[in-house]
């Protein structure tokens, strides 16, 4: 497709349950970025890929959650024991470049729902 | 740290008012800053941006200015259509296209 696409769209889910979250960024973008967005907040900053490594996990709140992108394209954000305070919309953007200010392509979001 | 401050939403106006969304930040150096939009339904998407002091960014008739000393970037439209009812967010770039976001402000513009 011409644009990031995230899958599924909507996830509702149980407390404790593994969940899985899909990106598939623009052809060619080879960064690729998540960020969180909590209910009435803006986006905030989870992890970012430069190719296949994570260039940057400072923004993931806790050990449970991981992601991977293991051939440089689509990226697979991954949450272990679900919590209630994970609800959140999921965002993933891709960018034909690091560093410049260049802009960031994002996808409509996963929303995620913990019961 | 880096963090931003928006005018708090929701926002309403008529079409053809004057619209400005205040936009403050915080931060070590100089980064660079951007106006996000998320219309109803879809992804985030640049609006403008701005990457060194006294840059003005615009695009669609939005305009904004990148302020050292008042430590803003204000987002401003002379006249504001129906089209332009979204939610808008103010940003910093910390460095690799990490941004710190505002929290947002939702814009509202009736007929």
């Known amino acids: 497709g011409a644009g990031v696409s995230q899958t599924p769209s909507n996830k509702v889910t149980e407390k404790g349950k593994y969940v899985e979250l899909r990106c598939d960024p623009i052809?060619?973008?080879?960064?690729l970025y998540w960020y969180r967005q909590s209910l009435g907040q803006g986006p905030e900053f989870l992890i970012y890929?430069?190719?296949?490594?994570?260039?940057?996990d400072s923004g993931l709140p806790n050990d449970r959650f991981f992601a991977v992108r293991p051939e440089g394209s689509v990226s697979t954000l991954k949450i272990q024991r679900t919590e209630r305070g994970d609800s959140a919309v999921y965002l993933c953007?891709?960018?034909?470049?690091?560093?410049?200010?260049?802009?960031?392509?994002f996808g409509e979001g996963s929303r995620l729902t913990v019961l | 740290g880096n963090s931003v401050t928006q005018m708090e939403g929701p926002v309403t106006l008529s079409e053809e008012a004057f619209l400005t969304i205040n936009c403050t930040y915080t931060?070590?150096?100089?980064?660079?800053l951007f106006w996000y939009v998320q219309y109803p339904g879809e992804g985030l998407q640049l609006l403008l941006k701005?990457?060194?002091?006294?840059d003005k960014g615009s695009n669609k008739g939005f305009e904004a200015t990148y302020r050292k000393e008042t430590t803003s970037f204000h987002l401003e439209k002379g006249s504001v259509q129906v089209s332009d009812s979204a939610v808008y967010f103010c940003?910093?770039?910390?460095?690799?296209?990490?941004?710190?976001f505002g929290q947002g402000t939702r814009l509202t513009i009736n007929p």
């Open positions: 953007a891709s960018s034909p470049l690091v560093g410049g200010a260049g802009e960031l392509f």
């Open positions: 052809s060619g973008h080879t960064a």
């Open positions: 890929f430069q190719g296949t490594g994570a260039a940057d």
């Open positions: 931060a070590t150096g100089y980064p660079s």
């Open positions: 701005a990457t060194k002091a006294d």
């Open positions: 940003a910093l770039e910390r460095g690799a296209q990490k941004l710190v």
